[in-house]
């Protein structure tokens, strides 16, 4: 069993930048993918962005690609989201969450925005942004 807490949400004006970050329970965290997704109130919960076990690949939904960054320490069992440039559409209430490797390792990538691929999520963090 693997638990996955965020933090590092919080209000910020249009044009600022957050560092979330997902700190899991697990010692073996580099045995999983991971991933960060969204969700605003009245819509269906959206893919933000996702790493691979080891860190050394990474995938952007096309809205946040060049703003965001997702980065993995597994030496510290923690994933983190730097947004930066933000503006009021990425408010939202953004989740971690961890999925066993091998259900990505050799799959195609698009599975990697699935959030029924992933096995853990955390409680999700509110990130408001202002104009």
């Known amino acids: 069993q693997v638990q996955l807490v965020e933090s590092g949400g919080g209000l910020v004006q249009a044009g600022g930048s957050l560092r979330l970050s997902c700190a899991a329970s697990e010692r073996t965290f580099s045995s999983y993918a991971m991933g960060w997704f969204r969700q605003a109130p009245g819509k269906e919960r959206e893919f933000v962005a996702a790493?691979?076990?080891?860190?050394?690949?990474?995938y952007y939904a096309d809205s946040v690609k060049g703003r965001f960054t997702i980065s993995r320490d597994n030496a510290k069992n923690t994933a983190y989201l730097q947004m930066n440039s933000l503006n009021v559409e990425d408010t939202a209430v953004y989740y971690c969450?961890?999925?066993?490797?091998?259900?990505?390792?050799?799959?195609?990538?698009?599975?990697?925005?699935?959030?029924?691929?992933?096995?853990?999520w955390g409680q999700g963090t509110q990130v408001t942004v202002s104009s």
């Open positions: 969450a961890a999925g066993f490797a091998d259900t990505f390792r050799f799959a195609a990538s698009k599975i990697r925005r699935d959030p029924g691929r992933y096995d853990y």
């Open positions: 790493i691979n076990s080891s860190g050394g690949t990474t």
